[in-house]
């Protein structure tokens, strides 16, 4: 069910009973260090196109956090707006400009191999958006979030264009509804309030 590499990322099952608990734990963890460690700000940043299904995992969790309303922290990229290839250097910029050292929370879908499709990864460290699909993009995030959303190998454009809605709407349901619950948490944590609002 659980898969855990020596970088220490977490691979969750979506199907399993514990994802959510084994999602959420992990996130809650990340942010904390992340806060702890003196960022001043919380970004979400949901990169990915709604014009292919299985690169739409990023724009559907940004839909459906976009309306999150805690102090210090932001989502980027939705289905209206999305993150992608040609627009990320200029989100990039304008997050740095705008925010005091943000801790950048990178979600993006990925190809992986046939026996971890269906499962949500979790870590420390930044990614690199487009490798799939052999775009070279700088890398981006503080953690991440990746959702396994198909097999990699061989026409990776034409792979991502047949994946199923299903798998990455269950993604999308389970890391949004993480991502809520783990904030509402660490927004009732006063300690953590004032470290990041301070």
Aim: proline share 3%.
């Amino acid at each position: 069910m659980l898969l855990r590499t020596s970088a220490e990322q977490l691979y969750i099952n979506i199907e399993s009973e514990l994802a959510f608990k084994c999602f959420t734990g992990a996130l809650h963890r990340h942010i904390c260090k992340g806060i702890r460690n003196g960022h001043k700000s919380i970004v979400f940043l949901c990169i990915g196109t709604d014009r292919s299904t299985g690169d739409s995992l990023g724009p559907l969790i940004g839909y459906k956090i976009k309306d999150i309303n805690y102090k210090n922290i932001f989502v980027y990229g939705n289905l209206d707006y999305p993150v992608h290839a040609k627009n990320l250097k200029e989100v990039m910029y304008n997050i740095y400009s705008k925010y005091t050292n943000p801790f950048i929370i990178a979600i993006d879908a990925c190809l992986g191999k046939m026996e971890h499709v269906g499962f949500i990864t979790i870590g420390e460290g930044a990614i690199k958006p487009g490798s799939g699909v052999n775009k070279d993009l700088e890398p981006v995030g503080n953690m991440h979030i990746t959702g396994i959303v198909n097999f990699g190998g061989f026409m990776e454009f034409l792979v991502l264009q047949n994946t199923r809605l299903s798998t990455v709407m269950k993604m999308a349901d389970l890391i949004s509804d993480g991502i809520k619950y783990v904030l509402k948490n660490i927004n009732s944590d006063a300690e953590l309030l004032a470290l990041l609002n301070g």
